[in-house]
């Protein structure tokens, strides 16, 4: 059984930065952060193919920027100039070929 353990979340004002951490505990193919708010689907916020392929949201394209550290079986994922519907609870997710894989979740919150 594969194992996800996410930090970073928090409170942050609009227009600050945090940093998402995912550490797996083996290698893995796709890793990646889905976000959800409460009584509206999860939706996927960026992923990251061994390798280096990267894909985002339309939404969080320019601010957030994931990568990988692939000798700790770790992904980042820095959010910059965060609004306020960036609030969410974040899941990290793993998987060979598709989600898989599930961190606890951490929330993130934007506001003033």
């Known amino acids: 059984q594969v194992q996800l353990v996410e930090s970073g979340g928090g409170l942050v004002q609009p227009g600050g930065s945090l940093r998402l951490s995912c550490a797996a505990s083996v290698s893995i193919n796709i890793m990646g952060w889905y976000r959800q708010v409460p009584g509206k689907q999860r939706e996927l916020v960026a992923r990251?193919?061994?390798?280096?392929?990267?894909n985002y949201a339309d939404s969080v394209k320019g601010r957030f920027t994931i990568s990988r550290a692939d000798a700790e079986n770790t992904v980042y994922l820095q959010m910059n100039s965060l609004k306020p519907e960036d609030t969410a609870v974040y899941y990290c997710?793993?998987?060979?070929?598709?989600?898989?894989?599930w961190g606890q979740g951490t929330q993130v919150t934007v506001s003033s």
């Open positions: 990251i193919v061994r390798g280096g392929s990267t």
């Open positions: 997710y793993a998987g060979e070929y598709y989600p898989r894989y």
